[in-house]
DNA sequence: CATGAATGAGCGTTCATTCAT
DNA sequence: TATGAATGAACGCTCATTCAT
């Protein structure tokens, strides 16, 4: 793929990014296209609909959370710690724009696998901080995913305000 | 007002509800007729536009759930009681539908006012479980309001969910 | 007719020109009947579609013009005088506007032979102007009858305008 | 611009002002789009609106008037040949349709512009013809611009027709 | 490969007309 | 008889997507 094209593609999906989450997901293609400062036929080059380009953008927050989650164990001591640092991580990434632009959008097979995999590290993470003793464990696994998803997955969330705080205080250790 | 035009105008809301939270604030107008059985001619004189409709839904949310709040007043013996009980409630209502429709459509007069009435209740019961010792006090009023409003908001969410357990826990007494 | 019935139909006439001259022959048949204080149905009631309340209009213009024609008959010396007291006269009925509006609307019997009487009489004052040697012959009498009546069904024509002024200038006597 | 883009632009123009003229102002645009050959979205690509299509015939017809009325002062030896130049120029131009189509909506900077030049221009023209004496001196400016518009935007004008011929020689000299 | 013109289905909204109350 | 609620066809306009240049 030639430079400039490659160039062209991370300009879509940087202001794509930036026109989704401003002005919700109805942001009309072609104003994508000219905030990129490309015409529409470039911009459907690269993502053949709208779906294709929410995708992207979905895709790429949760790479680069698996990405995260898996350094994160390596770094950090304690499985506390590691899911403080992924909460961290998490505001950092456009997660609530992607839940909006996937949910949306009817699933695939990618789709599908990349999902997974998220889930499952976090699984591992809450399984070992579970067994740790640092989070309480009359949670079922299935629904600390959700609740942890929910968190993270505001608009506007911060791994410092006053709801994760919160939350977090709610987790540790047990209801005891 | 024709006692049929009043069932009428109910059917619609009904149906506008169900149609709005299955299937994102862009169903057409045309489908909401539909499926109360109308015409669009009739939906659109009963509500001149979608802002229209999608306020008649969030206002009538935050009417109830202001009514509620103050019944839970005189009902309930500690400001913790109560704002279970709202919390409780809340569940019942379809407050992050009338979220998502709010957020849509610019504000006016009436609008802003109903939301003040709550923000106003709302903020009461925080201040007097504060002070009761019951909620944890290290948090700001305006910071309690939102953390609260996004917990309650949540689509789906239920009074005895995990994320709302948790939360409650977190929030109770306090961080020491 | 009851009374009332009688003050109805005046009344929706009445509000109907004065919408229809201001604000054009598309102005909701709704608007019409509110201001005239009554239900659309009332109005239906009445004239069966717009055309007939439009037609209304019209004819109520036009046979005025034949009755004042044939009146002028009597009264005046000249066949000019005649005309000029005809031009006169047509100036205080809405001509303009029921132009517009017949214009509009497919033709029908009445509709025809009023016209055509109309017609016949100014055919009349204008024959015996050419004979009295008041009005200029060199006109046929076809285009004299289109003329005058564009003057006169002008909006905003006035009898004592400049273009009522010249006209009558042009037309007294001839060319030579 | 696109060579086909331009011809598609003129054939809009082209077929707007055939089915304005036949079928007034309230021609679906669909229809003026499908008697072009075009779909509606390429019509308004090339006009966002009704009234951006309406203006531009209007525009134009009051650009070519003033061309031409320019070009007239060199080409005509007296104002009064200017005068009949223009008026059997007029006669070409869809400009009844102009003023009904520019009557119904509101006014903007560059419309007032233009309709001030072409005034005065006709401004110039009477001025002048007053002063050789060709035009009857007793009609302040003012009427006689109201008085020349007025002919000339009849729906059907002629430059020979019985109208203008009288009208002509109600203005010629003057009323003695 | 990039462009942006063309397409047309689809939605919001209006309003003439009908008819239950 | 008067009313105004209900209806739905029709229109203005938008925008995702295609494709000629």
């Not at 490659?6 to 989450?21: D, S, Y």
């Not at 790479?63 to 898996?70: G, H, M, P, T």
């Not at 724009?97 to 999902?115: G, I, M, N, R, V």
Request: glycine content about 8%.
């Amino acid at each position: 793929m030639r430079a400039d094209a490659v160039r062209n593609r991370e300009r879509i999906v940087e202001h794509a990014v930036r026109l989704f989450a401003g002005r919700g997901p109805d942001v009309p293609m072609c104003e994508i296209a000219d905030a990129a400062g490309l015409g529409v036929g470039t911009l459907y080059r690269h993502f053949p609909d709208r779906r294709a380009l929410a995708w992207e953008i979905g895709a790429g927050a949760l790479r680069d959370l698996a990405d995260f989650a898996r350094g994160a164990r390596e770094r950090e001591e304690t499985a506390w710690a590691e899911l403080l640092a992924i909460i961290g991580h998490c505001a950092t990434l456009p997660l609530a724009l992607a839940k909006s632009l996937t949910e949306l959008l009817p699933e695939d097979e990618t789709q599908a696998e990349l999902e997974h995999t998220v889930d499952s590290l976090l699984a591992d993470v809450i399984v070992r901080a579970q067994r740790e003793g640092t989070l309480r464990a009359d949670i079922p696994l299935r629904e600390a995913q959700r609740l942890l998803s929910t968190i993270v997955c505001r608009p506007g969330a911060r791994p410092d305000d006053y709801l994760t705080i919160v939350m977090l205080d709610g987790l540790r250790r047990g209801p005891g």
